[in-house]
T-cell receptor
């Protein structure tokens, strides 16, 4: 099936530990995104990548890091520097052709810091 | 800077009532996209509609309809004859049209819609 896979669905981490969230896509889309959602809030952009080996900070990049070594993969690392990491994390891809644009979202990973 | 405002935090109606979710946006771009997404309790985002800023034609899809008014920077969403399955959080979002760029979406805070049986 074509789509975006995020694993794991639920993730628990001890305070002070780094953790990496996986995002894989087989849609052959160039652009990939990471968003964070807090309760009662909309999604906020953490990082995005337009092509392999290139990525840009979004609105709330502090305490996060990413890599884009392959077109299909865009992992997000939540570092110990992130002060409040408990949230729902959504990965997305985007394709734009002329006047048409589509953004696709993965099922999300719910991270809880204990 | 872009901004999306969904002033209604929560709306509760009785099944079969019509309900309108408001969305007001701010952008300096002359060309942009507007979106509505549905987020059920499971958490995944379900795409509902995309509207280009240069296409002000309103759209109807079954019980759903969208009213885009560029003059008031609004993109409101109406559900006619609501059903319990419509209960979810609904997000309005905005994206610049960057001709192939990788701009992310700017989301509103969402409206929690509760449809009571």
């Amino acid at each position: 099936d074509g789509g975006i896979t995020q694993s794991p669905k639920y993730l628990f981490r001890k305070e002070g530990q780094n953790v990496t969230l996986s995002c894989e896509q087989n849609l052959n889309h160039d652009a990939m995104y990471w968003y964070r959602q807090d309760p009662g809030q909309g999604l906020r952009l953490i990082y995005y990548s337009q092509i392999v080996n290139d990525f840009q900070k979004g609105d709330i990049a502090e305490g996060y890091s990413v890599s884009r070594e392959k077109k299909e993969s865009f992992p997000l690392t939540v570092t110990s520097a992130q002060k409040n990491p408990t949230a729902f994390y959504l990965c997305a891809t985007k394709v734009q052709a002329g006047a048409s644009v589509e953004q696709f979202f993965g099922p999300g990973t719910r991270l809880t810091v204990l | 800077a872009q901004k999306v405002t969904q002033a209604q935090t929560e709306i509760s109606v009785v099944e079969k009532e019509d309900v309108t979710l408001d969305c007001v946006y701010e952008t300096r771009d002359t060309t942009y996209y507007l979106f509505w997404y549905k987020q059920p309790p499971s958490g995944e985002l379900v795409f509902l509609i995309r509207r280009n800023s240069f296409d002000e034609q309103n759209e109807i899809s079954g019980r759903y309809s969208w009213n885009f008014q560029k003059s008031t920077s609004s993109f409101n969403f109406t559900i006619t004859a609501s059903q319990v399955v419509d209960s979810a959080v609904y997000f309005c979002a905005l994206s610049a049209y960057s001709g192939g760029g990788a701009d992310g979406l700017t989301f509103g805070k969402g409206t929690h819609l509760i449809i009571q049986p």
